[in-house]
């Protein structure tokens, strides 16, 4: 039997392949947190904060706020370091996950760039 080492490299090396095979633009935030070598914790994780943080847009945006830059700040703060925040933002946008969040998030990074 292989040992486990090798096995694992194998795997790594089909998963390489399988990523080259993808198309990209069919689930690029998918695509990113492969890239990104997130364990499915991390990403448990990321999900729901970014399902917080639309409650809380939801919730200022009823309330009358117009100005969310602490949302991004808190975003872009927890973002895992191997996530580009305007990639990630992009991607998360492109899959149609939390939309008006992102998209709000999106227009104060072109206002800030």
Same mark, same amino acid.
Request: charged share 25%.
């Given at each position: 039997?292989?040992?486990?080492?090798?096995?694992v $490299?194998?795997?790594?090396?089909?998963?390489?392949?399988?990523?080259?095979?993808?198309?990209?633009?069919?689930?690029?935030?998918?695509?990113?947190?492969?890239?990104?070598?997130?364990?499915?914790?991390?990403?448990?994780?990321?999900?729901?904060?970014?399902?917080?943080l $639309?409650?809380?847009?939801?919730?200022?945006?009823?309330?009358?706020?117009?100005?969310?830059? /602490?949302?991004?700040?808190?975003? $872009?703060?927890?973002?895992?370091?191997?996530? /580009?925040?305007?990639?990630?933002?992009? $991607?998360?946008?492109?899959?149609?996950?939390?939309? /008006?969040?992102?998209?709000e998030?999106?227009?104060l990074?072109?206002?800030?760039?």
């Open positions: 039997m292989e040992s486990l080492e090798k096995r $490299a194998k795997l790594e090396f089909h998963q390489s392949l399988l990523m080259e095979m993808i198309d990209e633009t069919k689930k690029p935030f998918y695509s990113l947190i492969i890239r990104a070598d997130l364990t499915k914790e991390e990403v448990d994780a990321f999900l729901a904060f970014c399902q917080e $639309a409650d809380q847009y939801e919730q200022q945006k009823a309330e009358g706020l117009t100005i969310f830059t /602490p949302l991004l700040v808190q975003f $872009a703060g927890m973002l895992h370091p191997n996530l /580009p925040l305007e990639q990630t933002v992009d $991607a998360l946008l492109a899959q149609q996950m939390f939309v /008006p969040l992102m998209t998030l999106k227009t990074i072109r206002t800030i760039s």
